[in-house]
């Protein structure tokens, strides 16, 4: 991506437009999908290859949205579907960052978009959350999806110590207002709400370039 079409004082609504318009076009076919009232079986497969064509080009996301943070993963909404449907969000994980254990309680889909991170899923057992099955890797273009009905419970970490990691995740709510919870592997949980590291959202739907080139 250009200087020019990261920087919104140059001229924001030229630059922004083509660059953003994967992500667009996305949020716009994942709507439809929603609107024939699939199963989330479909969800997760139909969706699933939404986001897998999404996430294998790396030259949409708006640098506001791929910056880390020092202390902490940055979870960026990208776009929230009007009737809360569905929401996007790019997470950001500087070098070696990790979430805790952690639930979604709604379907989940993560696409992998630079770097590499890994999910442990988690099984409850005699009251301790132990890891359920070998870690997943996740390579840029690789979805995995998460849900209450087919493993809901994970841990991620960015593979990297030296470098930045992002990943695209689709939820089936407004993830940042969803009641959740972290658990300690001993098996205790708290209830947390994410919210989001963001107050502004990228601009999809500026389609003056588009037009003025036509
Ligand atoms: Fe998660």
């Known amino acids: 991506m250009s200087e020019a079409a990261i920087a919104p004082s140059i001229a924001p609504s030229i630059a922004a437009a083509p660059a953003i318009a994967p992500l667009r076009d996305f949020v716009t076919a994942f709507a439809r999908l929603l609107d024939e009232h699939p199963d989330e079986a ?17 030259d949409w996301l708006p640098e506001a949205f791929a910056q880390p943070d020092p202390t902490r993963y940055q979870q960026f909404l990208l776009h929230a579907d009007s009737a809360e449907r569905f929401s996007v969000v790019s997470f950001v994980w500087g070098p070696s960052q990790a979430t805790p254990i952690h639930d979604h309680t709604v379907w989940g889909l993560i696409g992998m978009l630079r770097g590499a991170e890994e999910s442990q899923g988690y099984v409850q057992r005699d009251g301790r959350w132990v890891p ?16 209450p009905t087919v493993g809901d419970v994970h841990r991620v970490r960015n593979l990297y110590d030296d470098r930045v990691s992002i990943s695209i995740h689709v939820y089936g709510a407004n993830i940042g207002a969803v009641r959740r919870h972290t658990y300690l592997e001993s098996g205790g949980g708290k209830p947390f709400v994410s919210g989001y590291s963001n107050t502004l959202l990228p601009n999809l739907w500026d389609r003056s370039a588009e037009l003025r080139g036509a």
């Open 132 to 147: 359920d099955g070998p870690a997943l890797r996740l390579q840029p273009g690789d979805v995995e999806p998460v849900s």
């Open 42 to 58: 479909r969800v997760i497969t139909q969706g699933g290859a939404l986001l897998r064509r999404l996430v294998s080009r790396d």
